[in-house]
């Protein structure tokens, strides 16, 4: 078993900054890349930012050079530090972590509840 718990969201204005955090805890064997999507409404899921095991990144282009992804493997944690906030970077913003359960065998994606994320003045 393998939870996630995401905190950081709120209210912010445009240009404001927010920082996302996303805690793994539970029978953890390894943990493998770890994701930030997000979706607004009436949109589609699509992926933020995603760090691998190694601490390789990637970012969509809307939000690269203005969000950063980092993670701390010891606490098997990830943070998402957003500056130059936008309103369309509203949304609800949700962890994904890939890890293996200590009783389980294969790589699982598992997901937080989601934080909500609002840019407006």
């Known amino acids: 078993q393998v939870q996630l718990v995401e905190s950081g969201g709120g209210l912010a204005q445009p240009g404001g900054s927010l920082s996302l955090s996303c805690a793994a805890s539970?029978?953890?064997?390894?943990?493998?890349?770890m994701r930030w999507y997000r979706q607004a409404p009436g949109k589609q899921r699509e992926m933020v930012a995603d760090?691998?095991?190694?601490?390789?990144?990637r970012y969509v282009g809307s939000v690269k050079g203005r969000f950063t992804i980092s993670r701390d493997n010891a606490k098997n944690r990830i943070d998402l530090q957003m500056n130059n906030l936008k309103p369309e970077d509203t949304a609800v913003y949700i962890c994904?972590?890939?890890?293996?359960?200590?009783?389980?065998?294969?790589?699982?994606?598992?997901w937080g509840q989601g934080t909500q994320v609002t840019v407006s003045s």
């Open positions: 760090i691998t095991k190694h601490g390789d990144t």
């Open positions: 994904c972590v890939v890890a293996i359960a200590r009783n389980g065998i294969a790589p699982k994606d598992y």
């Open positions: 539970g029978s953890i064997f390894e943990i493998g890349a």
